[in-house]
T-cell receptor, first 108, second 116 residues
Framework: GQNIDQPTEMTATEGAIVQINCTYQ??????LFWYQQHAGEAPTFLSY????GLEEKGRFSSFLSRSKGYSYLLLKELQMKDSASYLC?????????FGSGTKLNVKP | DAGVIQSPRHEVTEMGQEVTLRCKPI?????LFWYRQTMMRGLELLIY????????DSGMPEDRFSAKMPNASFSTLKIQPSEPRDSAVYFC??????????????FGNGTRLTVT
């Protein structure tokens, strides 16, 4: 199967760093994607990892360990606008399988 | 550039009625996906098309659901008859072929369906 697990909710302070973890069953995925979804809006693409290691993209970084079935999204210098849900998605044969998402609350 | 366009944005209907959701993918994208999002189950893939052909409909909940893609610029998702448990946000997404690291999914704004 493609069970993808993420924490349901997290809270962090403006200006801080937060790490959102994602674990999945190791079989089958060719890559791991992260999407951001503000309340009432569509998910938007943030980053992806195909190979093990860290991918950095401005304030956002994503890490993947395929052997461990583990990924995380790192958000630096948190801003209030980063309050949103963050969805982890495994990719396999033209299909994306999404986790339930982590709701991030950024407080002043 | 126009993104994925869905209509209507909101739909409220009574149980037993037919519901048709519409989607226009991004021009040039070969793959189209229909997802359903609820608090309980998150984002679920219902069906996806490649070059207008349905490839995998294993996520379609039951025979009450059907989807078509008559041409490269239009797709519909139909529920007949609708039931209260169908209430959810339905997203359409598209991508270039093949979908993957260099071609992520682009989502429409969704249709919020409420069946009373």
């Amino acid at each position: 199967g493609q069970n993808i697990d993420q924490p349901t909710e997290m809270t962090a302070t403006e200006g801080a760093i937060v790490q959102i973890n994602c674990t999945y069953q190791t079989s089958g995925f060719n890559g791991l994607f992260w999407y951001q979804q503000h309340a009432g809006e569509a998910p938007t693409f943030l980053s992806y990892n195909v190979l093990d290691g860290l991918e950095e993209k401005g304030r956002f970084s994503s890490f993947l360990s395929r052997s461990k079935g583990y990924s995380y999204l790192l958000l630096k210098e948190l801003q209030m606008k980063d309050s949103a849900s963050y969805l982890c998605a495994g990719y396999n044969f033209n299909k994306f399988y999404f986790g339930s998402g982590t709701k991030l609350n950024v407080k002043p | 550039d126009a993104g994925v366009i869905q209509s209507p944005r909101h739909e409220v209907t009574e149980m037993g009625q037919e519901v048709t959701l519409r989607c226009k993918p991004i021009s040039g994208h070969n793959s189209l996906f229909w997802y359903r999002q609820t608090m309980m189950r998150g984002l679920e893939l219902l069906i996806y098309f490649n070059n207008n052909v349905p490839i995998d409909d294993s996520g379609m909940p039951e025979d009450r659901f059907s989807a078509k893609m008559p041409n490269a610029s239009f797709s519909t998702l139909k529920i007949q008859p609708s039931e209260p448990r169908d209430s959810a946000v339905y997203f359409c997404a598209s991508s270039s072929n093949p979908t993957g690291p260099n071609s992520p999914l682009h989502f429409g704004n969704g249709t919020r369906l409420t069946v009373t």
